[in-house]
């Protein structure tokens, strides 16, 4: 048994890194994913992945397979991204669901546009996938710099954030945090998205985001409880699929969010908000 | 009909006065409150009333600040950000959200807490005694999903309790809630009007308004009538309120009334 789970882990330098690196992106990304789903924007948080891919796919042509250049080239795209489709909600008829899908898709074009202009399949491989198995120190420096900055983040914001996503009237009424929470939070999204892209890319970083936090939603009645949960939900997914990787010789990336599908799934079946749940016989009421 | 209110009702505090010169508040250029001019004096208790479509809500928004004036003005003898509690008809607050009883009405506090403060010892007793003043002790630790549309009502009460403003606006508080809850919530705005604080509630039911708010203010996107209620809340006023509000015309002229 410890044959099965540790000596992976303990025999192999890039297991290890990749272990830190889904620590990381538990701790920063997933608490970002609860806030998306408790906002109802987990679809969005999808769109802006995609997003991402042309400032990536950019620094790439500019310098390569650059770490920094496709980072920065990532934030940059999706902070433009937000930002414009903010600007057009705010200050035009349409909702935010189509101003960032107009611009969402846009990205996405415009960026598998300019990978095939210069990679092999094998980059835009790595670009959408990722490389859990793979990350070098200046990666995992950064997906840990980024968790770092999303804790001390998601701390400063957390009560106007809250009141945001739960009450915007209200927080419009009583202060002028409103906006500052929202493009914060969307700020903090969009670090998590690159950070998950390095590992996991840019069409699964959503997942170890939203995954959990849907899980975890089904068995937490509040939110402390609900962002823990859902943090070690995507940790315990992170080991299980790193283990699955190594063990039945398939991709890391899909394995880490199938078993976050899986935790998913066994929630829907067994968790008090699940499907199960309304059929079980009723226990005795309460008097009051 | 005068538009200005009798002083029959100021109560010993700094006078927060709220008027109205001249004011026109609307959507695409459309007026729902028409040339407005009324003066509101501090510690009244005004009902504001008149018929769907009068401007009743649109009025309150504009006084909380969250729509600009496409004429006239708002003069508020007081901070409107720091001094105005306002509750709208139809909240935007998702009822599904993981949050307590107690932590939504303790958000009343925030803008003593703002976004960094604790919430100390004595603040807490603060939210208890908020709590228990609207009927809810013993609803703390419930999720907020869990009350129904009365008690949400008096949490929502329990946390303009907490705002402490000296100017409490309330649309259609009275909307959908039963007998007993509604005698409750107007025991709390009697105490606030006790208290010296000004408070603009939109009321429909009447006989309310003859039972327990002192003075009206009749609208019909203009003003009908303002003053004593006695006197505004007479058959020929509610008449000409009715006949007044007629549909917006999409295809009205450029209001004139301004080039005298």
Known sequence: ?????????ADFGFMRRALAGCLALSLGATPVGVFLMLRRMSLMGDAMSHAILPGAALGYLAFGLSLGAMTVGGIVAGLVVVFAAGLVTRSSVLKEDASLAAFYLLSLAAGVMIVSLRGKNLDLLHVLFGSVLALDDGSL???AGIATVTLFGLALLFRPLVLECF??????????????AHYGFL???????????HALGTLMAVGIMILPAAAARLWARGLPALLLLAVLFAFGSGVAGLLVSYHADVPAGPAIVLMCGLVYFASLLAAPGGLLAGRLPLRRHLES | MNAALPLAHAAPVLPPVLAFDDLTLGYDRHPAVHHLSAEIPAGALVAVIGPNGAGKSTLLKGVAGELRPIGGTIRLGCDPHRDVAYMPQRGEMDHSFPVSVF?????????????????DGGRRRRVLAALAAVGLSGFESRPIGSLSGGQLQRARFARLILQDAPVILLDEPFAAIDVRTVEDLVAIILGWHAEGRTVLAVVHDFEQVRRHFPSCLLLARELVASGPTAEVLTEPLLHRARHLSEAFDDHAAACRRDDK
Request: proline residues 6%; charged residues 15%.
């Open chain 1, 1 to 9: 048994m410890t044959e099965l789970l540790l000596s992976p882990f």
């Open chain 1, 167 to 180: 009450d915007p009237a209200f927080l419009r009424a009583v202060s002028g945090w409103s906006p500052v």
């Open chain 1, 187 to 197: 700020v903090l999204v969009v670090l998590n998205l690159v950070a998950g892209f």
């Open chain 2, 103 to 119: 932590d939504m009405v303790a958000m009343g506090l925030w803008r003593e807490l703002g976004a960094f403060g604790r919430l």
């Open chain 1, 141 to 143: 420096l950064l997906i």
